[in-house]
């Protein structure tokens, strides 16, 4: 049995590992994270930071520098294809409730380069890549784990806690036998980046803009330098065919006639699935992030809610790391984070697709009048931010004790 290291050990060095090796580094407690890549990945998925979620990672110092590379978005906007705004959305309204009343539009792979960054000099922050977790096996006294050198070499480590945030293909969750119920979309999206211009033709429209329409519902996102463009690609289109730049030009141009010409930067096509572990612990491991759900992006929820799992999680395991608490403590990110997932998370992005998507032409109706209203008054105004924010999701989980 290899000697059990006095450390937590994490699996994946994506948004979700990485805040919670700076959170529990921050705390006093020596992290070693496991990444199957060579280097941190560059891949642009995530682009929105909620309010909450930017409290969070002042608390580990990381705010600020995101913040300084990003955009700051102050208002959401509900749009429908044929008319126009339908509803707006100004987190000012929630300033009370928040150290950051906006939402934060920057790629996650800078979250992760700036934490690397910045806790790279800290003893008990270590990372080392190349390193595929392949297997778990526990005990009463500690954890061990498989992982596979980019060599092909396995060598087996130990440590006293896991934390799987190892993505959606979860090697520990597999390992742990937790099954990953739920399902997928029929229809994949298609992210397109283009440094083309939408203010030119749309005066009117915010840096979050989602745009309900019966054939081709999609959002506009403004991130700095570029916009990105969301929408649903048919399952008769192949992969092939949807990945090319033409394709993508040739379904903008057919969504903005005037973007016809636009450059595109990058096309991205991704199957889209709404699924939750059966659970979030099992003995000395723990999931979270995308290895313990996922949904669709509608909202930006899946890295933000990742993020507030190991805030979570990472707070309750200082609090035993350092004899504050018992370790029933430990149960309540299960019972906390799973229940909020399937409450608010799931529900929310099902919702806001089923809306934006919405054909029947008195549902179209429905959700351009209940939108109008609810912007239109105060109180509904502020609970609804408070929704999309994910402050109510905090709030409930917090309310589970
Ligand atoms: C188009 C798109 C747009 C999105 N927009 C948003 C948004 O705006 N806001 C939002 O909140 N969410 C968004 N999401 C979701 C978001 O990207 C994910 O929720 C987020 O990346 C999850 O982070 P994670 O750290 O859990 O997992 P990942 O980012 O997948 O990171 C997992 C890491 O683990 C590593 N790994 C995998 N297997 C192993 C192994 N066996 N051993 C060791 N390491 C391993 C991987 O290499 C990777 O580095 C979006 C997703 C898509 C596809």
Request: hydrophobic share 40%.
């Amino acid at each position: 049995m290899p000697e059990t290291e006095k450390r937590v050990l994490i699996a994946g060095a994506g948004p979700v590992g990485l805040v919670a090796a700076a959170s529990l580094a921050r705390q006093g407690i020596p992290v070693t994270v496991f990444e199957a890549s060579p280097e941190l990945s560059r891949e642009s998925r995530a682009s929105t930071f909620h309010p909450p979620t930017l409290d969070m990672l002042a608390g580990i110092g990381v705010a600020d520098g995101l913040i300084a590379q990003g955009l700051i978005a102050p208002t959401v906007q509900y749009r429908s294809r044929d008319d126009g705004p339908i509803a707006q959305f100004d987190f000012g309204d929630i300033a009370d409730l928040t150290g950051h009343p906006y939402r934060l539009q920057s790629e996650q792979f800078k979250l992760t380069k700036i934490i690397v960054e910045a806790f790279g000099a800290d003893d008990n922050f270590r990372i080392e890549f190349g390193r595929k977790l392949e297997g778990v096996a526990q005990d009463d006294e500690g954890i061990e784990v498989d992982l596979r050198g980019v060599d092909g070499s396995l060598e087996r480590r130990r440590g006293l806690w896991l934390i799987g945030a190892d993505g959606a293909k979860s090697a520990v969750r597999k390992a742990l036998d937790i099954p990953f119920s739920g399902f997928t979309w029929p229809e994949r999206f298609l992210v397109v980046s283009t440094s083309f211009d939408f203010l030119q033709i749309f005066p009117d429209l915010t840096s979050v803009s989602y745009v309900a329409d019966p054939k081709q519902w999609h959002f506009l996102l403004q991130i700095p330098g570029m916009w990105r463009v969301m929408f649903p690609i048919a399952p008769e289109v192949s992969d092939d065919q949807a990945s090319s730049s033409e394709f993508a030009a040739a379904t903008l141009g057919g969504l903005i006639p005037a973007a016809a010409d636009a450059d595109i930067l990058h096309v991205t096509l991704y199957r889209v699935h709404q699924r939750v572990a059966d659970s979030f612990r099992k003995g000395r491991a723990f999931l979270a992030g995308d290895a313990a759900h996922i949904n669709n992006p509608l909202g930006g929820m899946g890295m933000n809610g990742g993020i507030h799992d190991v805030v979570n999680l990472c707070g309750r395991l200082a609090r035993v790391w350092h004899k504050q608490a018992p370790q029933p403590e430990l149960d309540r990110y299960d019972l906390q984070r799973r229940l909020v997932t399937l409450e608010h998370v799931q529900r929310q992005t099902i919702e806001n697709k089923r809306n934006l998507e919405a054909s029947d032409a008195r549902d179209q109706q429905e959700f351009r009048v209940r939108m109008a209203r609810t912007a239109a008054e105060p109180a509904l105004a502020r609970d609804y931010l408070q929704k999309i924010s994910m402050l109510a999701s905090l709030k409930r989980a917090a309310e589970l004790g």
